[in-house]
């Protein structure tokens, strides 16, 4: 006789196929997490690769001339090299965007003294700017009001790609010739530099992260992802602070 028909219990004993059938369900779903998180793990691994490998290790001159030329603060080199590229006639004005409220047009133009002439007639300095977000959106008003079609712009080689991602996202019609600098760090040499691998690894993420957020927002001055993130640039945004 069944003893589970004699008590009326309805038990099963240990050797029951309900637990290990439970336990294979679990097991499939743990491997199945692991190999999606090394999936996900090595597809980053090699955009991280395409993007670092994508990167300009020399300087080259602009194939062709433009209206204006924009560069974005965060090194001395690169304000340097947007100046010779106004004074050698690649464009006829020059915003540095994002400069210290704390600096001066004098304390600029003593960087380059070869060239001061240029900033009595030919350069804008654009001090609200926080980030590359606001560059972007700074950039906008100042080409729009100086009817600029063409422009250079000048930043560092790992942070051109995010750049120009911004720039197409807030001037879509207007054309872009990149003038990466690339006196700081070679890329190649990542995976012997810790600190090379550092900025790189950083602004991969920050150029996937801002690459996602243009694809689902029309204009970045009314994101309200992008108003949270450039709230010092915000609350002064009523009229271009240029001088």
Avoid at 33 to 48: K, P, S, V, W
Avoid at 127 to 143: D, H, K, L
Avoid at 167 to 188: F, M, R, S, W
Wanted: charged share 25%.
């Amino acid at each position: 006789m069944d003893h589970t028909e004699a008590l009326g219990w309805g038990w099963t004993h240990a050797g029951s196929p309900a637990l290990p059938r439970r336990r294979s369900w679990v097991k499939v779903g743990l491997l199945s997490g692991l190999y999606g998180a090394m999936a996900c793990l090595a597809i980053g691994f090699l955009g991280f690769l395409a993007f670092v490998y994508s990167l300009d290790r020399f300087e080259q001159k602009p194939e062709t001339r433009a209206d204006g030329i924009v560069a974005l603060t965060g090194g001395a080199q690169r304000i340097g090299d947007a100046i010779d590229l106004l004074a050698k006639g690649y464009a006829k004005r020059l915003l540095i965007s994002g400069v210290n409220e704390r600096t001066s047009r004098e304390e600029i133009s003593r960087l380059n003294p070869g060239q001061r002439r240029l900033f009595d007639c030919c350069v804008d300095l654009d001090y609200r700017a926080r980030n590359t977000i606001g560059n972007a959106i700074e950039t906008r008003r100042w080409a729009e009001r100086n009817r600029f079609d063409a422009l250079i712009v000048v930043t560092s080689n790992y942070h051109m790609p995010r750049t120009l991602v911004e720039l197409d996202h807030a001037l879509p019609n207007l054309q872009k010739i990149p003038y990466p600098v690339a006196a700081t760090i070679d890329p190649h040499d990542w995976w012997r530099n810790t600190a090379a691998a550092r900025v790189l690894v950083s602004e991969y993420v920050k150029f996937l992260a801002v690459w996602v957020r243009t694809r689902f927002e029309d204009d970045p001055e009314s994101s309200p992802v992008v108003q949270i993130m450039t709230t010092p640039v915000k609350q002064v945004v009523a009229e271009p602070q240029w001088r």
